[in-house]
C-alpha cells in the first residue's frame, strides 16, 4: 500500500475516461433502442401486432422517462388503437398516449399524441350514440309491435260486433216479420 500518491491531474484523467466510459455504454444502449424501434415498425407494418406491442413496450421500459420512450409509447398506442389489431384496446391506446402527452409534453410525439386522444374520444362517444340508437331503434320496433297487436286485437273486436250488429239486424228483421205476419 505504500504506492505514489494520486496527483489531481491523475484524478482528473481518471475522472474524463469514467465519463467517456459510460458516455460510450450511454450510446450503445441509444443505438440499441434505435435498432429495437426500428424492429418494432417493421413488425407493426407487417401486422404482428403483439410482436411489436412487445417490441416498444421494452424500448419504453428501458428507456423510462428519456428519448426514445416518447415514440415507444406513441407507437404502444398506434399498436392498441390499429383496427386490423384484434386486440385493439381504445381505453389503453388512450393511456399509451396520455403517457406521451404527461411525460413528454415537448416531444415531437405529444402533439400527435394529442390529436390521437381526441379522434379515440370522439369514436367513443361516437360508439356510445350508436348504442344508443340502436336501444331507441329497438324500443321503438317493440312499441310499433305492441301497437300492430294492438290494431290486430281491434280489428279482431270490430269484426266480432260487426257480426253482433248483422245478427241484430237479423233478429229485428225477423221480429219486424213476425210482426207483420200476426198482424195479417
Not at 385493439?88 to 399524441?113: C, N
Request: charged share 35%.
Amino acid at each position: 500500500m505504500g504506492g505514489k500518491p494520486i496527483r489531481p491531474r491523475q484524478q482528473v484523467y481518471f475522472y474524463l475516461a469514467l465519463l467517456t466510459f459510460f458516455g460510450a455504454c450511454s450510446v450503445v444502449d441509444d443505438l440499441d433502442r434505435q435498432r429495437q424501434m426500428q424492429d418494432g415498425l417493421v413488425l407493426l407494418q407487417q401486422g404482428e401486432f403483439d410482436g411489436s406491442l412487445k417490441v416498444f413496450e421494452t424500448v419504453a421500459a428501458s428507456s423510462q422517462d428519456r428519448p426514445p420512450a416518447d415514440a415507444a409509447n406513441y407507437h404502444i398506442g398506434l399498436v392498441l388503437a390499429h383496427p386490423q389489431n384484434p386486440k385493439r384496446d381504445r381505453l389503453k391506446a388512450m393511456g399509451a398516449f396520455g403517457r406521451v402527452v404527461a411525460r413528454f409534453p415537448e416531444s415531437s410525439w405529444a402533439e400527435q399524441s394529442r390529436i390521437w386522444i381526441s379522434v379515440l374520444n370522439e369514436a367513443e362517444e361516437s360508439k356510445q350514440e350508436i348504442e344508443r340508437s340502436k336501444q331507441l331503434v329497438e324500443k321503438s320496433r317493440q312499441e310499433a309491435e305492441r301497437s300492430r297487436l294492438a290494431v290486430e286485437k281491434s280489428k279482431q273486436e270490430i269484426e266480432r260486433t260487426k257480426q253482433i250488429i248483422e245478427k241484430s239486424r237479423q233478429v229485428d228483421i225477423e221480429i219486424e216479420q213476425k210482426r207483420r205476419d200476426r198482424v195479417k
